[in-house]
């Protein structure tokens, strides 16, 4: 495996998916992790990530500077070039010229990190601190106009350092690069793979379940699915997966799972009926944020008294993935950073004593896709759009009852029926239309109307944080908004939202 020590830099998860895509494993871990922690996971490599900080700043993140000792080889990149040369007895100043975007990079010579790398490339850089003296050992090995040390190498040592980014696809050979430290100079081998990543978690999830029961609260997205997939593979009807039927789902929702996760995959589901406790808390509540807070207690409620009655269950298992994981594993580490639990569930293990497990917490959403694949998984359930936890109730704006929930489940099948059969489902990030609460004028087979209105909202994004709305066809569009006046009764006006987050964000409320 790979190590990357994360000195905060916006690109770290960049870094861990350039290592990944060559089916090598990598971990990235805080400055503080000690050397005793870095020896007992046996890197092949260490890689240190950039940073926002100046590495000549009083609280400047820094890691155990021993590390270079251990004879592993290591990549710095950025500030992490800075953190070496600083730490190996070189020094580093702010430069007079703020370097940002693209810059041509002039290798020297084409071995190591820059083997079979050409002379002149484009590489990518931003950067305000650059390197004034070289420690001692160290070779300058590529330069751009602005930077005279783009990249410097102590080749006994197996030490490399650059300052522009070869994470980003804009550095023309940073792929190549990355390639040459994780296979030619620390020898990584291809193994990581979905097939063995799935039959090696299996068995963990065995060993350390032991005979014990598990509880999985299953949403029915992506990754309650794999998680449960996965469990019940290792440990078959040991596992329990709770279904809550919060009266805010999609139409035909549960009773699809119910085919294919029950009935086909014989995974052991309970499925509750909450609709009456989540509705009657609802009814008349219009605050966006209070509806989350009534449907994350009502939840934890249900759940837990569900939870209980499945006697002697020690383990509660959680789809959290490895961005959240990242996302909490701060720059300055220490006992301050914590790990996020799923919104949905998170407490319960606390209140309850169960313990946790989080089989897909290494992983990324498209790796838990193919995991999916592998293990059998349809399609159609690999490749769902998110579905937020609070479902429908924050796309009713305004109040929620069971006759607007009704024309907003038949808007939104028909919505979703048409972008699967367009093609265009899989390309979205998420697709979804809004009930409004406002009323329109119309006019049908002479006759004045006075309806809802619905806004669509479908959106292109790679991790929820930034999205843009999609461009879809005019065609489509129309024949969208002409299917849902005429079939869905109660609506009779049909707009497209055409905002980007941000400034504004993806589900309405
Ligand atoms: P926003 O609207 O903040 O949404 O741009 C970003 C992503 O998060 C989802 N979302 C939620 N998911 N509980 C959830 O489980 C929530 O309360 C919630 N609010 C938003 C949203 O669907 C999008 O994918």
Known sequence: MILI?????QYNQLIARRVREHHVFCQIEAPNISLDAIRALHPKGIILSGGPASIYEKNSPKADSTLFKLGIPVLGICY?????????GGSVR?????????????????????????KKSTCWMSHGDSIERLPAGFKIAASTANTKVAAAVHAGKQLFAVQYHPEVVHTQMGKKMIRNFIFDVCGCKRSWTMKSFARQSIEEVRQTVGGQKVILGLSGGVDSSVT?????????????????????????????????????LNINIRF???????????????????????IGRIFMQVFESEARKIKGAEFLAQGTLYPDVIESVSAFGGPTS???????????PKKMKLKLIEPLKFLFKDEVRVLGKELGLPQDLIWRQPFPGPGLAIRIIGEITSRRLTVLRNVDDLLLEEIKNAGYYKRLWQSFAVLLPIKSVGVMGDQRTYENIVALRAVTSKDAMTADWAKLPHKLLGRISNRIINEVKGVNRVVYDISSKPPSTIEWE
Not at 80 to 88: N, P
């Open 338 to 348: 914590v790990i996020k639990s799923h919104h949905n569930v998170g407490g319960l």
């Open 80 to 88: 992490g070039m800075h953190f070496m040369m600083s730490a190996l």
């Open 94 to 118: 702010g430069a007079d010229k703020r370097e940002y975007g693209f810059a041509e990079l002039l290798v020297r010579k084409q071995e190591g990190l820059f083997k079979g790398v050409e």
């Open 228 to 264: 449960a997939m996965l469990i019940h593979n290792s440990i078959g009807r040991k596992l329990t997966c709770i279904f809550v039927d919060n009266g805010l789902l999609r139409k035909n929702e549960a009773q699809k799972l119910k085919v294919t996760l029950k009935k086909h």
């Open 272 to 294: 509750v009926n909450a609709r009456k406790p989540f509705l009657g808390a609802l009814a008349g509540v219009t605050d966006p944020e209070k509806k989350r807070k009534i």
């Open 5 to 9: 020590i994360d000195f905060g830099s």
